[in-house]
Nanobody, 118 residues
Framework: QVQLVESGGGLVQPGGSLRLSCAAS????????MAWYRQAPGKQRELVAR??????????DYADSMKDRFTISRDNAKNMVFLQMNSLKPEDTAVYYC?????????WGQGTQVTVSS
């Protein structure tokens, strides 16, 4: 069983930055890939960024609208995954979810609200 807990959401002005964190209950070395998704009101959940460990290297991929502004990273020693979000826009407002695949089963956190507004 894997538990994922997000933190770091909040209210930020347009153009601002936030760093989301996702803490896993166990070693994330075996959770691969890990990702961030988001869901805005009235919209489907969408992939934001994903990080995949292959051998000893991490490979990240992003949704097109976020690749130049968001950065995903993982710290296996601390069992955490991060999402650095810069140049935030009102349309980035959503609940952000941490996701991880473990032994073929996807696990989700409870989500953290990000609101971008002046």
């Amino acid at each position: 069983q894997v538990q994922l807990v997000e933190s770091g959401g909040g209210l930020v002005q347009p153009g601002g930055s936030l760093r989301l964190s996702c803490a896993a209950s166990g070693s994330i070395s075996y959770i691969n890939p890990m990702a961030w998704y988001r869901q805005a009101p009235g919209k489907q959940r969408e992939l934001v960024a994903r990080i995949t460990r292959l051998r000893i290297s991490d490979y990240a991929d992003y949704a097109d609208s976020m690749k130049d502004r968001f950065t995903i990273s993982r710290d296996n020693a601390k069992n955490m995954v991060f999402l650095q979000m810069n140049s935030l826009k009102p349309e980035d407002t959503a609940v952000y979810y941490c996701n991880g695949l473990y032994e073929g089963t996807p696990y989700w956190g409870q989500g953290t609200q990000v609101t971008v507004s002046s």
